[in-house]
């Protein structure tokens, strides 16, 4: 889901155990810190912003994460912390829907899973978006094509094109 370099920068970071380890142990709180088995620290909780090819994946990885918790002597814990940065993330990248409701993602992983399917789904409703404006400016950089052909070819409103006509102008 990564829709800018700083996402696949943290990615990529977060993707060295012994990276999150210090991280966690030199800046988190020294209670969630000893909470951490770091001998078994993979990249199980970002695979959730990794799965977002699919709603099966997104659901794999939920359900993936919340085995994690469940097996965990301090699950209501560690629930609790994961949690609160599962909803911290997927509002950083936009998915307000239902976040505020939200509260263990034990108990509401079919919910989690339906927000990160939104938000997978809203992405790809702008990249078309962006795709189809990007059309139209080549259009009306390169052709002689009138508002209404443009719009027609491009998928858009004639009163968008129209506007993107006139910033070019200026």
Do not use: C
């Not at 139209?136 to 506007?163: F, H, K, P």
């Amino acid at each position: 889901m990564a829709t800018n370099h700083h996402d696949t920068g943290y990615k990529e970071l977060f993707s060295y155990p012994e990276f999150v380890q210090q991280l966690v142990e030199g800046f988190a709180p020294t209670e969630i810190a000893q909470l951490m088995d770091f001998s078994t620290l993979k990249n199980r909780v970002f695979g959730v912003e990794n799965a977002g090819h699919s709603w099966e994946a997104l659901q794999q990885a939920v359900d993936r994460v919340v085995k994690i918790i469940e097996a965990d002597p301090n699950k209501e814990r560690v629930d609790k912390i994961i949690t609160r940065w599962i909803k911290r993330h997927l509002s950083r990248l936009g998915a307000e829907v239902g976040l505020e409701r939200l509260n263990s993602l034990v108990e509401d992983r079919d919910m989690l899973a339906e927000n990160l399917e939104n938000l997978v789904k809203k992405e790809r409703l702008e990249g078309a978006k962006a795709a189809q404006q990007e059309v139209a400016r080549n259009l009306i950089a390169r052709t002689e094509m009138n508002d209404q052909m443009i719009a027609e070819v491009a998928g858009l409103e004639v009163a968008e094109v129209s506007d993107m006509r006139s910033q070019v102008k200026h």
